[in-house]
């Protein structure tokens, strides 16, 4: 958590914190989506294709933080895997994609399964 001091240096404003989760979670919801159409055309089944997810999940999060949040964040002195400066929170960053694009990859998974196995 900021100090009072680094709050007043550097100040949190939750408009952009908001557009950041926003942001990060239509990423998360079109990839899910797209995890799903990339399942069923392999034809994966049962939990071959939940590790997949899961997988896929967390590779784009660590990608989205590679690319966008850690130079940003370690520039500005903070330590590594810190997102407190630009998310709510570690969990909605590192985890919260997770169950948010499930219902989508399970929508398009079966969806395209059955058109490639019918």
Not at 55 to 75: C, D, G, I, K, N
Request: glycine share 10%; hydrophobic share 45%.
């Amino acid at each position: 958590m900021p100090s009072e001091k680094e709050l007043q240096i550097s100040p949190i404003v939750q408009e952009s914190v908001v557009h950041n989760s926003r942001t990060l979670y239509n990423l998360q919801t079109l990839a899910a989506s797209l995890f799903g159409v990339s399942a069923g055309i392999l034809g994966l089944e049962s939990y071959s294709g939940f590790v997949f997810y899961l997988v896929f999940s967390l590779l784009t999060t660590v990608l989205f933080y590679a690319l966008r949040v850690a130079p940003a964040s370690l520039a500005s002195g903070k330590p590594a895997l810190d997102t407190s400066r630009y998310f709510r929170g570690s969990y909605e960053f590192w985890a919260g994609g997770l169950m948010n694009g499930l219902a989508g990859f399970i929508l398009t998974w079966t969806l395209f399964y059955g058109l490639v196995r019918a």
